[in-house]
């Protein structure tokens, strides 16, 4: 699996961080790794798209992109409940696009501490497996929008980055090893 690390996460080796986001394109596998990831580590899960207020939605499903400024309370809505897992003392994985630094930098001013697993993916295979999907409000036309605002993390954040092609069950154990030995 090709796994870069472009900067290890904080903490003492094999402890986990408070906070990960699983980011990326629609279609990169970002709530499937999360849901798995939380299991592995025993922390809790938030789904991203389920915070999207019902405007977004409907905009989305329309094949109408977010702009900036519409995806500013969607980012707020995770930021918070990943604070408040923290601030429960509970881990948390969250699956959440972060397509831009600037929507990176406004999670981790929730919480400091949070490391970022960019799940990268070619964008013909994103359209593929957002057009195979059922019953998601995002359509197969907006993918080529993600990319075209995807800003993917520097060598300077807290991130690291995953294949997205290789199977699901891989990708978790990958993101285990990366977090546990960092």
Same mark, same amino acid.
């Given at each position: 699996?090709?796994?870069?690390?472009?900067?290890?996460?904080?903490?003492?080796?094999?402890?986990?961080?408070?906070?990960?986001?699983?980011?990326?394109?629609?279609?990169?596998?970002?709530?499937?790794?999360?849901?798995?990831?939380?299991?592995?580590?025993?922390?809790?899960?938030?789904?991203?798209?389920?915070?999207?207020?019902?405007?977004?939605?409907?905009?989305? %499903?329309?094949? !109408? #992109?977010?702009?900036?400024?519409? $995806?500013?309370?969607? *980012? @707020? /809505?995770?930021?918070?409940?990943?604070?408040?897992?923290?601030?429960?003392?509970?881990?948390?994985?969250?699956?959440?696009?972060?397509?831009?630094?600037?929507?990176?930098?406004?999670?981790?001013?929730?919480?400091?501490?949070?490391?970022?697993?960019?799940?990268?993916?070619?964008?013909?295979?994103?359209?593929?497996?957002?057009?195979?999907?059922?019953?998601?409000?995002?359509?197969?036309?907006?993918?080529?929008?993600?990319? %075209?605002?995807? !800003? #993917?993390?520097?060598?300077?954040? $807290?991130?690291?980055? *995953? @294949? /997205?092609?290789?199977?699901?069950?891989?990708?978790?154990?990958?993101?285990?090893?990366?977090?546990?030995?960092?």
């Amino acid at each position: 699996m090709d796994e870069k690390a472009a900067q290890a996460p904080a903490g003492a080796p094999g402890s986990v961080p408070p906070a990960i986001v699983v980011m990326g394109v629609a279609g990169c596998g970002k709530s499937a790794v999360g849901i798995g990831l939380a299991a592995a580590l025993g922390v809790a899960f938030i789904e991203g798209d389920k915070l999207h207020p019902p405007e977004n939605v409907a905009r989305m %499903a329309s094949g !109408e #992109p977010l702009t900036d400024q519409l $995806r500013e309370g969607w *980012l @707020d /809505a995770i930021g918070e409940r990943i604070a408040e897992s923290v601030g429960s003392g509970q881990g948390v994985v969250a699956a959440c696009s972060a397509l831009k630094r600037s929507y990176r930098d406004r999670l981790s001013g929730f919480c400091p501490e949070i490391i970022f697993l960019y799940l990268e993916i070619d964008p013909a295979t994103a359209r593929q497996r957002v057009g195979n999907r059922k019953g998601h409000f995002m359509p197969a036309s907006l993918v080529d929008s993600q990319f %075209a605002i995807l !800003e #993917p993390p520097a060598a300077d954040e $807290r991130a690291s980055t *995953l @294949d /997205a092609t290789r199977p699901v069950g891989e990708l978790v154990a990958g993101a285990v090893r990366l977090i546990r030995r960092s």
